[in-house]
């Protein structure tokens, strides 16, 4: 996708792309961010006198004050303040990077967290039925990866059994096989998954 709304620029550095006979008129384009009940976490440290700070991408409503279930050690935390391009905010809606200062945690305590789940949210331990790309190697371990969360499974037929409890919300969950042959493809398939 190209965001700009100045199609002289654009024809200036995208005229010999094929891609150019196919633009026509350029318009403004807001789609809504479906809220998936979890902030997937990229980064986490200490501030000297705020305390721990994550990083991340909202997929869900974020507020100051809310808590959340940090993944996968299964701690509550309360979100202290929000920040979005060094920013506060009083709350911010899903699709947002955000930093996010943590009441009450050490970061000892959420060492290695992927992300903040909302309370509530139900964990799933297998995904049955997921589909297979024709060119794709066998394999029995895999990656599952879904809203940034990283999980390794076993694969028994069309069905995984995860080594660490997901989420439950919806979306795609990529299946990689980390251990594919040297130049063949790592993604061996997906699975949706519906809340």
Do not use: C
């Amino acid at each position: 996708m190209v965001l700009t709304d100045d199609t002289n620029l654009f024809m200036k550095y995208f005229s010999e792309l094929g891609i150019s006979k196919f633009i026509s008129e350029f318009r403004e384009f807001d789609a809504e961010v479906p809220d998936r009940g979890i902030i997937y976490i990229d980064r986490a440290f200490n501030v000297k006198g705020i305390g721990v700070i994550v990083l991340g991408y909202a997929l869900t409503q974020v507020s100051v004050h809310d808590k959340f279930i940090a993944y996968p050690m299964k701690l509550e935390v309360e979100v202290r303040s929000i920040q979005v391009l060094d920013e506060d905010q009083d709350s911010v809606m899903p699709g947002t990077r955000v930093g996010l200062a943590l009441k009450n945690v050490r970061l000892e305590d959420i060492e290695g967290v992927q992300a903040l789940v909302k309370p509530g949210t139900k964990f799933i331990s297998s995904i049955n039925g997921f589909s297979r790309f024709k060119w794709s190697d066998d394999a029995r371990e895999v990656h599952v990866i879904f809203n940034g969360i990283k999980v390794m499974g076993k694969v028994e037929g069309n069905s995984i059994t995860l080594a660490r409890e997901l989420p439950m919300v919806s979306g795609r969950a990529l299946v990689i096989n980390v251990n594919a042959r040297p130049r063949r493809p790592r993604i061996m398939g997906y699975a949706v998954i519906n809340a």
